[in-house]
């Protein structure tokens, strides 16, 4: 017997399809107490209508939810709330849908919470240094609106131009720049919004600490699994006067990994430090002519920030790391156009992974930083194993991994493989002493490997909590967190021999 799927949940069992008849009276019910507190324009419930939500990012798996409910209001947001509690109806909350684990996928009997209309910056405070917005603003925004302040919010995912700061909060997102700057977890203050029941919440306070239980950071990550986050406290930073960025080619992953690790240990902290391998160089520079060595089996990206008395001396200090690691040559932006052209190329590795092939699964795991060579390794093992290319980026200073896995999601064979070889990744990644996700989360497309990670009893704390907050499980059930006949099952499958069975993870 394979591996439990990754849709297969005790909420969603393919082996148990949803009744027709029975979806199309519950649906009937559903619509008609959505009417009573939404105007008509803000619900959706025909099928063409909410074809548009049935995925997000992980767009290999698709459902249709009941109906999308698009509230303009947090009263609304309330309404929508007790209704569904009333109805006993699953909840989805989603932003802007860029989400890469499914975390936002729809659930065949419940409602989509869509909170894309949430798009207001409320108030930007540039002495106390904070910008209260809504939770569907734009993360890059936030940046525009702060910036005749001369001021910046610091996470910066790839995805920031369409992605939301509500989102950013479910999933805990960083970016090219975390290495200096942290997570979403370390810039956000506070957040306001309402329970499964309805009922409003804030968590966090605009000072250094609030009183009572962290809860706050119980929240950032949770996926939407304890409570809908309507609006958001950030810290904004002053906008550095001067950046700059090394690129840096080596001849071998391993020299590039190497690197890193000295980097970090001659107490040097960049602004950013990312690697990306030959494969994913080249599919780059093909799409938007940064600059790159394609002759470079990796490359490292280097960035200063600060003064320019600071850069000029820090930018130095990196190239004599870079170079005594061996590194074949080093490019130095000259000015902020050729900087911005350096980092086009690691901001669009996504986009240009997706000319290579119909379809990639974004893997998200975190390793230490001195196994970024071991990990490279295997991943080129397993592509033998699987026989599907990949395409290698990393935030290579946290150690946070994002292998392109290529390959066809019209060919089931295709998609069984790349989903086999990702969990490979995955629990590589915790054999070498890691993390299954870095910033993108759990969703569905890690909840095999989440009972590789964590505990019988781990996994029960985790229920517990979500259980506190949303006794009757309705808040996007069947995510990131396993059922118990999961692990069992996914159990058996690793003893008989599944994706751990090849003798290359031996050594990890």
Not at 377 to 389: D, G, H, K, N, S
Request: aromatic content about 4%.
């Amino acid at each position: 017997m394979d591996a439990p799927s990754l849709l297969d949940t005790n909420e969603l069992d393919p082996e148990h399809p949803v009744d027709p008849t029975q979806r199309a009276r519950r649906q009937a019910e559903v619509v008609s107490a959505l009417r009573a507190v939404l105007p008509a324009h803000a619900l959706l419930h025909t099928d063409e209508s909410t074809t548009p939500y049935e995925c997000d990012g992980l767009s290999a798996y698709r459902r249709r939810p009941l109906a999308v409910a698009l509230p303009e209001t947090d009263e609304q947001v309330a309404a929508v709330l007790k209704a569904c509690h009333r109805l006993g109806l699953p909840v989805v909350a989603r932003g802007a849908g860029t989400g890469l684990s499914g975390g936002a996928l729809p659930h065949p009997m419940g409602v989509t919470l869509s909170l894309a209309r949430f798009n207001r910056i409320v108030h930007i405070d540039p002495l106390a240094c904070t910008a209260r917005v809504q939770c569907g603003v734009r993360n890059l925004a936030i940046s525009e609106a702060a910036a005749p302040h001369g001021l910046y919010y610091a996470p910066d995912p790839s995805s920031q131009i369409a992605c939301t700061i509500g989102g950013n909060v479910a999933e805990n997102a960083g970016g090219v720049h975390c290495l200096k700057y942290g997570l979403t977890v370390h810039n956000v203050l506070g957040v306001r919004g309402f329970t499964i029941e309805g009922e409003p919440f804030t968590l966090g306070s605009a000072a250094l600490d609030a009183p009572g239980l962290d809860l706050l950071a119980a929240f950032i990550g949770s996926e939407g699994l304890l409570g809908v986050v309507t609006e958001v406290l950030v810290k904004l930073r002053p906008k550095p006067a001067l950046a700059c960025c090394i690129v840096a080619s080596f001849p071998d992953v391993r020299s590039a990994g190497n690197a890193v690790a000295n980097i970090i240990a001659a107490g040097l902290i960049p602004a950013g430090l990312e690697m990306m391998d030959k494969p994913m160089t080249a599919a780059v520079e093909d799409f938007v002519k940064a600059g790159y060595d394609l002759s470079a089996a990796a490359i490292l990206l280097c960035e200063s920030d600060g003064t320019p008395e600071a850069v000029e001396e820090e930018i130095e200090r990196m190239g004599q790391v870079l170079a005594a690691s061996g590194a074949t040559r080093l490019d130095v932006s000259d000015n902020e156009a050729q900087r911005l052209r350096f980092w086009s190329g690691r901001k669009n590795a996504f986009p240009a992974s997706g000319r290579l092939s119909p379809d990639y699964l974004c893997m998200d795991s975190t390793i230490p930083r001195k196994r970024l060579a071991d990990m490279l390794e295997a991943i080129e093992a397993m592509q033998a194993q699987y026989q599907l290319r990949c395409v290698n980026v990393f935030h290579a200073g946290d150690g946070n991994l994002h292998p392109l896995i290529l390959f066809d999601a019209n060919d089931p064979d295709q998609l069984h493989r790349a989903e086999a070889f990702g969990a490979a990744i995955l629990e590589a990644s915790v054999a070498m002493g890691g993390t299954v996700t870095g910033e993108h989360g759990v969703g569905v497309e890690k909840l095999n490997s989440m009972c590789v990670q964590f505990s019988a009893a781990e996994l029960a704390q985790m229920r517990g909590l979500k259980a506190a907050f949303d006794p009757q499980g309705l808040l996007n059930p069947g995510k990131a967190i396993p059922s118990l006949h999961r692990c069992a099952e996914y159990g058996k499958q690793v003893v008989r021999g599944g994706v751990l069975s090849f003798p290359e993870l031996e050594r990890f």
